[in-house]
């Protein structure tokens, strides 16, 4: 017997590629010398991202098929089932989960990670990395969803390793149990082909610090010095091959790979990017194309992908690897996962289901699309998820708390009292300057909710019911706040978030199709408000309250400061105009805390609510439209 000594790839140093080569001589004796220095495989990715616990399906969503407007059924956690049992032929398969999968929806909220650990489970992912959001209640709540992730009794025979290679949680804490194994690992090895593939998590460090509620000691490192170090552990092992599965958002992927050396893809998160031409099914995504090829540290190829959200879509990318260990190509796509019913509008602009054979042909011609995928729900999975479902709705006959007193509902100090009519306390709360005590009281609790906020903002109409005075249940606030809106926070200069008030009050003021519900509600912000001038003139003394002592001063015009609001207003909803181009070019982080939910821990904690004190008012001071000052 004699070794044959492979070609040394400049990733693998000599001693290596000489072990490599003895372990090769040692287990193929007999065996050709003209053998490959490393075998040419292929793997195929399948992956999501940021499902957010949004298990349900996107009901009357509408995409353009076959150049027609058409409402389909979009996404849903069994239809993504559904369509990752049907690549179980699929050679040299991984599925990954690239981070934040809960917090957003009520599943969440009632759930705190069960109803998403058992879904997950009906897939079997190969990885899961924890995005920011995993830590939105602290590493004891994130504990207790990879609890439920890893329970036989929740489907946890699949063993999902949860990696991050820069979280470093402090012995003793819930993620890294005295005398217990660590519940996350930096990488772990999956056999491909016989080939070893190592897959490196990280999360992104800073948002996660800052946004969310992770233990003070718990480390979150350097990404790319934690990656490089993960990965230069892999090499040691004889690793040739390396997947990083980031949830640091595309931009940012695209800048460490140029900082790594040695890895091959990434499978990427936290962005919500939609990677791929998606214009003929009438979706506007223009980042980047799926995969998005770049080069590595070395000058080495690496392919990214990335797939949007809420599990309205999937990505499933191919590389190819030559024989020297690198790789020699990448493919593959992002598709929209849909079902196949549809709607379109008739003569009279009614939406209407497609007769059976129109649907037929409809789902036939979809069968080449390469921008969606048309997907039955796997029938299991909704039963599980149905069961949840059904304790959803006995879930919100739970007790939250108490109002010691009514919480009047105003779109507009001064306007009509119509909404309040019944509710013993509010007879005559239109009179007041101080408006709406039940916006008021959700504006405090968003401000609580948001661990950077200076202040926060709500729009009147956002707020649907008063509050009677007695016991408050879930159903209570999912009745007052029904949407599906979600805590964003936006750095404004001063100047910005005047200019935002007044727009708020302008769109009812001065809109040709005015919308009292755009009038602005907020916490840790007050004014003094003359509706009787014009635009821009309408606010004075506005006043931000220090969160630390609780004293009042006058804005500054020219310093930054941190509005939470509910992502519909900063968007630009409701007339903020002055809101939507700052959203647009990303100047907000998105807390995916679920607006509603924020509402209900408040009340928890509190125990008792009640109308806030006179001067935490966010009006002061009022004049009616008509020149009327309200007391």
Request: charged fraction near 15%; aromatic fraction near 8%.
């Amino acid at each position: 017997m004699h070794l044959h000594i492979p070609f040394v790839s400049p990733r693998r140093p000599l001693a290596l590629a000489l072990m490599g080569a003895l372990s090769l001589g040692l287990a193929a004796c007999g065996g050709s010398d003209d053998a490959p220095s490393f075998k040419a495989i292929e793997l195929n990715i399948a992956h999501i991202n940021d499902h957010h616990s949004q298990l349900d399906a996107f009901a009357a969503t509408e995409l353009t098929l076959d150049g027609v407007a058409t409402q389909v059924e979009l996404g849903g956690f069994a239809r993504q089932t559904a369509l990752f049992k049907s690549l179980a032929g699929t050679p040299n398969l991984l599925k990954l989960h690239a981070g934040d999968a809960i917090t957003g929806s009520l599943y969440y909220t009632f759930f705190k990670g069960k109803a998403d650990a058992q879904m997950m489970n009906s897939i079997c992912f190969d990885a899961f990395i924890p995005g920011n959001h995993e830590f939105d209640d602290g590493d004891g709540v994130f504990k207790g969803f990879l609890d439920a992730l890893a329970d036989p009794a929740n489907g946890g025979s699949c063993k999902t390793p949860t990696l991050s290679a820069n979280i470093v949680p402090q012995t003793g804490t819930p993620l890294a149990p005295a005398g217990a194994a660590a519940y996350l690992q930096p990488y772990t090895i999956k056999k491909i082909d016989g080939v070893d593939v190592g897959i490196v998590g990280l999360t992104i460090a800073g948002k996660t610090t800052t946004s969310s509620r992770p233990l003070a000691t718990t480390q979150f490192l350097d990404e790319a010095a934690s990656a490089q170090k993960a990965i230069d552990e892999l090499k040691a092992k004889g690793v040739r091959h390396i997947v990083l599965v980031s949830h640091l958002g595309y931009d940012n992927d695209k800048q460490i790979a140029a900082k790594l050396t040695d890895v091959d893809v990434v499978i990427g998160g936290d962005s919500h990017t939609l990677l791929g031409d998606f214009k003929a099914v009438g979706v506007a995504s223009a980042t980047g194309t799926y995969p998005t090829v770049v080069t590595n540290k070395s000058g080495e190829t690496v392919c990214i992908g990335q797939a949007w959200e809420y599990a309205k879509a999937y990505g499933l990318m191919n590389v190819k690897f030559n024989d020297k260990g690198s790789v020699a190509s990448c493919g593959g796509k992002t598709q929209l996962v849909i079902g196949d019913s549809f709607k379109r509008k008739d003569g009279a602009g009614t939406w209407q289901p497609l007769a059976d054979a129109d649907r037929a042909a409809l789902v036939s011609k979809l069968a080449s699309s390469a921008n969606v995928k048309v997907v039955a729900p796997d029938a299991t999975a909704t039963q599980t998820l149905s069961v949840y479902t059904s304790q959803v709705t006995a879930q919100k006959a739970i007790t939250i708390g108490t109002a010691s007193e009514a919480l009047c509902l105003m779109r507009v100090p001064g306007g009509s009292n119509s909404r309040n009519t019944g509710v013993a306390g509010c007879e005559t709360a239109n009179t007041l300057a101080r408006g709406s005590d039940v916006a008021q009281v959700v504006s405090e609790a968003f401000l609580r909710a948001s661990k950077r906020a200076d202040f926060a903002l709500q729009n009147a109409g956002g707020v649907r019911t008063p509050i009677a005075a007695g016991t408050l249940s879930m159903n209570t606030a999912f009745t007052l706040l029904p949407f599906t809106n979600v805590l964003v926070e936006m750095d404004l200069k001063g100047s910005e978030v005047i200019a935002a008030l007044e727009d708020g009050v302008a769109a009812h003021l001065d809109a040709a199709v005015p919308s009292d519900g755009a009038h602005p509600y907020a916490a840790g912000l007050r004014w003094d408000l003359d509706m009787s001038k014009t635009k821009g003139q309408r606010f004075s003394n506005v006043q931000v309250r220090s969160k630390t002592t609780g004293a009042w001063t006058a804005i500054d015009p020219a310093q930054t400061y941190v509005l939470v609001t509910n992502d519909f207003v900063a968007a630009g909803g409701d007339g903020y105009a002055t809101l939507k181009p700052i959203y647009a070019a990303g100047r907000y982080v998105n807390t995916y805390l679920l607006y509603t939910q924020s509402f209900v821990d408040y009340v928890i904690a509190r125990g008792t609510i009640a109308r806030p004190q006179a001067g935490d008012y966010s009006h002061q001071k009022v004049i009616t439209k008509a020149g009327v000052a309200l007391p």
